[in-house]
């Protein structure tokens, strides 16, 4: 599957956006999908990853009760809510057949997509 990201932007702290990622080529609906990010000078870290059939969803501590995934057969989307500066970095969207938070777990990759939150 060939994935694309969409739906960053620059916004201010306190405002929400919505990350979507949907697959160019092929189709992810029978994979689960993650989200991660890469902020300058930092190693990408998970982000928070949701089943194959959006039932189930993950997400890293300092992101839980303000970002929230959904996933419906080829889409996946991840809505910021209450962003931070500390959450500016290029967001990436990834499938893979069973879901993990290594990098190493997951096969297929898309561009980011960037996300740059000002104080």
């Known amino acids: 599957a060939q994935l694309v990201a969409s739906g960053g932007g620059s916004v201010q702290a306190g405002t929400s956006l919505r990350l979507s990622c949907v697959a160019s080529e092929g189709t992810f609906s029978d994979y689960a999908v993650g989200w991660f990010r890469q902020a300058p000078g930092k190693k990408r870290e998970f982000v928070a990853t949701v089943s194959w059939n959006g039932a189930t969803t993950s997400y890293v501590d300092s992101v839980k009760g303000r970002f929230f995934m959904s996933k419906s057969g080829n889409t996946a989307t991840l809505q910021l809510n209450n962003l931070k500066p500390e959450d500016t970095a290029v967001y990436y969207c990834?499938?893979?057949?069973?879901?993990?938070?290594?990098?190493?777990?997951?096969?297929?990759w898309g561009p980011g997509t960037q996300v740059t939150v000002s104080s």
């Open positions: 990834a499938a893979s057949p069973t879901v993990g938070t290594q990098i190493s777990d997951w096969g297929f």
